[in-house]
C-alpha cells in the first residue's frame, strides 16, 4: 500500500529558484527517505533523515521532518538544469520501504 | 556509478519466452532488492534478500523467479509474461537490512513484453 505521497505531482520553475516538494505519509516511521530519478533510470539516494530527527542538510539539500504532523519537506536551492528529474520519498515502517509515485521538477534555462 | 550493476539495460520478450535479469553489487551489502516500476505508478517492491535468504516476496505471480546464489548477486527469472509486466525492473542494495540505511539502485532493465 502506498505510504508516502509526494506533493506537487509536478513543478516547473526557473533556473536559480528555489525548489519545494513535500511528502506525507500515514503511520509512524523508522525514518525516511528522498531519491532522485533521472529519465529512465536508476534512483540516486539524497537523504536520510531518522524519526528523531528534526533536519539534514546536504550540499543545496535541506530536508525536513515532522512527525506530529506526519510530513517531510525537501528544499532544493539555486536550482539547476541538471536537477531536472522526479523526486521520490521512501519511508520506512517495520523496515520496509514504501514509495510514493514521486514530484516531477523541470528547471527551465 | 552506484555499485550496481544490472543486464540487460533492454529486453524485448514474447510472452512465451524465458529470460533471466542480472543483478551484481560490488559493495560488499547484506541486502539485495528487485523493484518494478510501471508508469505513474509508485515503485512496487517484488523480493528482498537479507544474507542470501528471501525475507520479502510482496504476493509476486509466479511467472517472476528470483535467485540469490551469493551475497553479491540477484536474478529474475522470467517465464510466459504478460504485457502488462512491462515496465522498468530495478535492482538495489543495501547495507543492512531492508530500510535501516540508504538503497543503491542499479541503471534498470527496461522490459517489453509483445
Known amino acids: 500500500s502506498q505510504q508516502g505521497e509526494e506533493d506537487p505531482q509536478a513543478l516547473s520553475i526557473q533556473e536559480g529558484e528555489n525548489a519545494t516538494m513535500n511528502c506525507s505519509y500515514k503511520?509512524?516511521?523508522?525514518?525516511l527517505q528522498w531519491y532522485r530519478q533521472n529519465s529512465g533510470r536508476g534512483l540516486v539516494h539524497l537523504i536520510l533523515i531518522r524519526s528523531n530527527e528534526r533536519e539534514k542538510h546536504s550540499g543545496r539539500l535541506r530536508v525536513t521532518l515532522d512527525t506530529s504532523k506526519k510530513s517531510s519537506s525537501l528544499l532544493i536551492t539555486a536550482s539547476r538544469a541538471a536537477d531536472t528529474a522526479s523526486y521520490f520519498c521512501?519511508?520506512?515502517?517495520?523496515?520496509?520501504?514504501?514509495w510514493g509515485a514521486g514530484t516531477k521538477l523541470i528547471i527551465k534555462p | 556509478e552506484t555499485g550496481v550493476t544490472q543486464t540487460p539495460r533492454h529486453l524485448v520478450m514474447g510472452m512465451t519466452n524465458k529470460k533471466s535479469l542480472k543483478c551484481e553489487q560490488h559493495l560488499g551489502h547484506n541486502a539485495m532488492y528487485w523493484y518494478k516500476q510501471s508508469a505513474k505508478k509508485p515503485l512496487e517492491l517484488m523480493f528482498v534478500?537479507?544474507?542470501?535468504?528471501?525475507?520479502e516476496n510482496n504476493s509476486v505471480p509466479s511467472r517472476f523467479s528470483p535467485e540469490c546464489p551469493n551475497s553479491s548477486h540477484l536474478f529474475l527469472h522470467l517465464h510466459t509474461l504478460q504485457p502488462e509486466d512491462s515496465a522498468l525492473y530495478l535492482c538495489?542494495?543495501?547495507?543492512?537490512?531492508?530500510?535501516?540505511?540508504?538503497?543503491?539502485f542499479g541503471q534498470g532493465t527496461r522490459l517489453t513484453v509483445v
Open positions: 534478500y537479507s544474507l542470501e535468504e528471501r525475507v
Open positions: 521512501a519511508t520506512v515502517r517495520n523496515y520496509q520501504l514504501i
Open positions: 538495489a542494495s543495501s547495507q543492512e537490512g531492508p530500510g535501516d540505511t540508504e538503497a543503491f
Open positions: 503511520t509512524s516511521i523508522n525514518n
